[in-house]
């Protein structure tokens, strides 16, 4: 009975020990359908079914006519992933010519993508919907932010000054609004002249 219970938890400890190794199916749709894409650095199939080990990947599309684009993702599941270039050149706009049903499927994307975004940064930054506010010597804006450059998941807050008390007021008024002005990235600016 011993041997048998050592037995069990030694499967029992090796499932978790390599359970870190597992490998996941990334089921890619590339659009064009023909481009070369790669994950880390390795060229896979553009349409179809890859086996991935968890954790994190980059891929890159490449085509001529097209931008090259690169993205990390994360894979700890079965996943699915869509990989859309668009067009740069002649050749790329000539392609999307022949293939309006592979664009209109890109751009149809591209929105919903948009809105998950929008959506989530709404969620995370309540304040977007008060935007753009106009204080007294002040007007608040969003931007791209600055301690996160190229992440879209992040933004910053511009607040012009348009007189010296626009500081404290741009502050006074995020306060009095429920926004704690130290959790959000602000960057002024002075209005020439202000």
């Known amino acids: 009975m011993l041997f048998f219970l050592v037995v069990i938890a030694l499967l029992i400890g090796g499932f978790v020990v390599f359970r870190g190794d597992a490998e996941h199916t990334l089921t890619i749709k590339s659009i064009p359908n023909d481009l070369t894409l790669t994950l880390d650095g390795r060229q896979i199939p553009a349409n179809g079914d890859v086996a991935v080990k968890a954790g994190r990947h980059t891929l890159t599309g490449e085509r001529h006519g097209f931008e090259t684009y690169t993205e990390t993702v994360e894979i700890h599941a079965d996943a699915g992933y869509k990989m859309y270039l668009f067009a740069d050149d002649s050749e790329g706009r000539a392609w999307e010519t022949a293939h309006p049903d592979q664009v209109l499927e890109t751009e149809s994307d591209a929105g919903r993508r948009f809105d998950e975004l929008n959506g989530r940064l709404e969620a995370?930054?309540?304040?977007?919907?008060?935007?753009?506010?106009?204080?007294?010597?002040?007007?608040?804006?969003?931007?791209?932010?600055?301690?996160?450059?190229?992440?879209s998941e992040y933004l910053a807050f511009y607040i012009k000054l348009t007189y010296p008390e626009g500081r404290k007021n741009a502050r006074d008024w995020l306060t009095g609004h429920g926004y704690d002005p130290d959790d959000l990235e602000l960057i002024y600016t002075v209005r020439p002249g202000g």
């Open 124 to 151: 995370k930054y309540p304040l977007l919907q008060e935007l753009p506010l106009v204080g007294r010597g002040f007007t608040i804006d969003q931007g791209v932010s600055r301690a996160h450059p190229g992440d």
